[in-house]
């Protein structure tokens, strides 16, 4: 059975930093494009980040220059590292994984989320 486990969240206040990681339990891990979606509360999850097989990684315009991205096969492990954190990133995080070459769109598996408060 597939798993995906995130950890890492937590409360932090504005400016601060986070670092989730995601531990999956894949067959063969490298195989898969791997990302990361938020839901606020009352708000449809969106995208975040994500990396490709080949370590390309994409951002979500509202992260680009605070959040990276970045896998380490060896471990089949995923993290988003997350700076100047600002209270409008406050939400859920879902690690997701897909069997693909390109980047990840409709994930073939979720992570159950962690939570991520930033106070102001």
């Known amino acids: 059975q597939v798993q995906l486990v995130e950890s890492g969240g937590g409360l932090v206040q504005a400016g601060g930093s986070l670092r989730l990681s995601c531990a999956a339990s894949l067959r063969t891990f490298s195989r898969y494009a791997m990302g990361w979606f938020r839901q606020a509360p009352g708000e449809e999850r969106e995208f975040v980040a994500a990396?490709?097989?080949?370590?390309?990684?994409y951002y979500a315009d509202s992260v680009k220059g605070r959040f990276t991205i970045s896998r380490v096969n060896a471990k089949n492990t995923v993290y988003l590292q997350m700076n100047s954190l600002k209270p409008e990133d406050t939400a859920v995080y879902y690690c997701?994984?897909?069997?693909?070459?390109?980047?990840?769109?409709?994930?073939?598996?979720w992570g159950q989320g962690t939570q991520v408060t930033v106070s102001s």
């Open positions: 990396i490709r097989r080949n370590g390309d990684t």
């Open positions: 997701a994984a897909k069997d693909t070459a390109v980047t990840i769109r409709d994930p073939d598996y």
